[in-house]
């Protein structure tokens, strides 16, 4: 285990508490980090289903409430529930697939019955996670944060080229490189406050960039109304077992993801691997966490990637910061008005962050990896884990004849990588 004080691109660690002046400021620039993929799934639902713009707007509101309420849950580490380490939570963009066929076919309340059931299974799998210690090693939890992040790249550089409709714009361009450009010169300040802000302080450069460049669309924020509250059990709830099995499937692979998310925390803020209660409790909390959102109209939730690149790359892992970023997530979902101003942050500026943010995730689990010992064997698993899951994650066509809901797992990336390195990891024999 390294000493955290000798650690110097270290500013405050796990336990510290910055004051108010500082930890508002850094936890806006988490809240900034997540917000647009916090509001993906509902907006993606609401154009596949043609609801309104008010049913829109609600559906946001409870996306980010729960968010909140949540990262709070993850935060605190109350009786095993928790991990108690700086990790925001958030609507997962992994069930995308799933939640969208569900609701095609079924309608919301299927996904938000099967969300509820699929929470209470995680919550069942992190309790009895002592006992499947022999699967989750730091072997698999480097490969899986490795990646994570590797797979995340590429959405980053999507957003900073300009998205799917205006993809190489050079508008799009220059605006993620002046962001990416701000970021390195703050990160590089020998000042800990610049350093430790240098991701809000890219994003705002990029949006003052985006409104003289009259790209940014006001209207949202003055049809916002200044309070509302998500009400909860706004639909009725179906159970149906496709919808289920679908999402027990889909609650599996994100279970091993926060795992991979908490092991990328304590290596970066410690350097230690995670602890079996931070990983037990850290799961607890996502299968809580998702059965709570589906009560309050939100989609499952999990532990936020971009967030983890934030806390690495700023040298803040102060879990008192992210407490606060999970109120002012809960603040903004009673003020529509406030949202809609981070609502409407142009692609390319999220995008130049975005590169940072997971670019040192995929670092994070290769720290994680250097400190196993790299025979022949362990090669052979970091290999064909990472090569299957980021080719079948790039060439999503090669899986094209198979059975939908195992092509929406094939292709997400972290599920193969993991399930190919637990199975290599337990089938072939150690070297000793």
């Given at each position: 285990m390294k000493d955290k004080a000798n650690r110097i691109d270290i500013i405050y660690g796990i336990e510290d508490k910055p004051g108010l002046l500082k930890g508002i400021p850094i936890a806006f620039q988490h809240v900034l980090a997540m917000f647009a993929a916090n509001i993906t799934v509902p907006i993606l639902l609401s154009s596949i289903l043609a609801l309104s713009a008010s049913e829109t707007t609600f559906l946001i509101q409870c996306a980010l409430l729960t968010a909140g309420i949540t990262t709070l849950i993850q935060?605190?580490?109350?009786?095993?529930?928790?991990?108690?380490?700086?990790?925001?939570?958030?609507?997962?963009?992994?069930?995308?697939?799933?939640?969208?066929?569900?609701?095609?076919?079924?309608?919301?309340?299927?996904?938000?019955?099967?969300?509820?059931?699929?929470?209470?299974?995680?919550?069942v799998l992190g309790k009895n996670l002592l006992r499947l210690k022999k699967i989750f090693t730091p072997l698999i939890a480097g490969i899986v944060v490795l990646t994570i992040g590797i797979t995340l790249i590429p959405v980053g550089i999507r957003q900073a080229a300009g998205g799917k409709t205006d993809m190489g714009n050079l508008t799009s361009l220059f605006i993620s490189t002046m962001v990416l450009l701000t970021i390195i010169l703050f990160n590089q300040s020998k000042k800990k406050l610049f350093k430790s802000l240098s991701i809000l302080m890219g994003l705002i450069v990029g949006y003052t960039i985006s409104f003289f460049l009259g790209i940014i669309d006001l209207s949202p924020i003055l049809e916002s109304s200044w309070v509302s509250f998500p009400t909860p059990l706004q639909y009725k709830w179906s159970f149906q077992p496709a919808a289920i099995i679908a999402m027990l499937f889909m609650y599996i692979a994100t279970a091993i993801e926060t795992i991979g998310d908490i092991s990328a925390v304590t290596i970066g803020a410690e350097g230690r691997a995670a602890t079996e209660q931070e990983m037990s409790g850290g799961v607890i909390a996502d299968g809580l966490g998702s059965s709570i959102s589906a009560i309050f109209n939100a989609f499952p939730n999990t532990s936020y990637t971009q967030n983890i690149g934030v806390v690495n790359l700023t040298g803040v892992f102060s879990r008192y910061s992210v407490k606060i970023g999970g109120i002012i997530l809960v603040t903004l979902a009673i003020l529509p008005k406030f949202g809609a101003l981070i609502a409407i942050m142009p692609e390319p500026v999220l995008g130049g962050a975005s590169i940072a943010m997971f670019s040192m995730v995929a670092v994070s689990g290769l720290s994680l990896l250097k400190d196993i010992n790299l025979d022949s064997r362990n090669i052979l698993i970091i290999a064909l884990s990472i090569g299957l899951g980021v080719g079948l994650n790039l060439v999503p066509e090669a899986t094209q004849q198979l059975p939908r809901d195992l092509r929406f797992f094939l292709t997400s990336g972290v599920g193969p990588a993991a399930l190919i390195a637990i199975i290599l990891n337990l089938l072939i024999p150690e070297n000793k």
């Amino acid at each position: 285990m390294k000493d955290k004080a000798n650690r110097i691109d270290i500013i405050y660690g796990i336990e510290d508490k910055p004051g108010l002046l500082k930890g508002i400021p850094i936890a806006f620039q988490h809240v900034l980090a997540m917000f647009a993929a916090n509001i993906t799934v509902p907006i993606l639902l609401s154009s596949i289903l043609a609801l309104s713009a008010s049913e829109t707007t609600f559906l946001i509101q409870c996306a980010l409430l729960t968010a909140g309420i949540t990262t709070l849950i993850q935060v605190t580490k109350y009786k095993g529930i928790g991990s108690g380490l700086p990790i925001v939570m958030g609507t997962s963009n992994a069930f995308i697939p799933t939640i969208l066929v569900i609701a095609s076919n079924f309608g919301i309340g299927a996904v938000l019955g099967a969300s509820f059931i699929g929470g209470l299974f995680e919550v069942v799998l992190g309790k009895n996670l002592l006992r499947l210690k022999k699967i989750f090693t730091p072997l698999i939890a480097g490969i899986v944060v490795l990646t994570i992040g590797i797979t995340l790249i590429p959405v980053g550089i999507r957003q900073a080229a300009g998205g799917k409709t205006d993809m190489g714009n050079l508008t799009s361009l220059f605006i993620s490189t002046m962001v990416l450009l701000t970021i390195i010169l703050f990160n590089q300040s020998k000042k800990k406050l610049f350093k430790s802000l240098s991701i809000l302080m890219g994003l705002i450069v990029g949006y003052t960039i985006s409104f003289f460049l009259g790209i940014i669309d006001l209207s949202p924020i003055l049809e916002s109304s200044w309070v509302s509250f998500p009400t909860p059990l706004q639909y009725k709830w179906s159970f149906q077992p496709a919808a289920i099995i679908a999402m027990l499937f889909m609650y599996i692979a994100t279970a091993i993801e926060t795992i991979g998310d908490i092991s990328a925390v304590t290596i970066g803020a410690e350097g230690r691997a995670a602890t079996e209660q931070e990983m037990s409790g850290g799961v607890i909390a996502d299968g809580l966490g998702s059965s709570i959102s589906a009560i309050f109209n939100a989609f499952p939730n999990t532990s936020y990637t971009q967030n983890i690149g934030v806390v690495n790359l700023t040298g803040v892992f102060s879990r008192y910061s992210v407490k606060i970023g999970g109120i002012i997530l809960v603040t903004l979902a009673i003020l529509p008005k406030f949202g809609a101003l981070i609502a409407i942050m142009p692609e390319p500026v999220l995008g130049g962050a975005s590169i940072a943010m997971f670019s040192m995730v995929a670092v994070s689990g290769l720290s994680l990896l250097k400190d196993i010992n790299l025979d022949s064997r362990n090669i052979l698993i970091i290999a064909l884990s990472i090569g299957l899951g980021v080719g079948l994650n790039l060439v999503p066509e090669a899986t094209q004849q198979l059975p939908r809901d195992l092509r929406f797992f094939l292709t997400s990336g972290v599920g193969p990588a993991a399930l190919i390195a637990i199975i290599l990891n337990l089938l072939i024999p150690e070297n000793k």
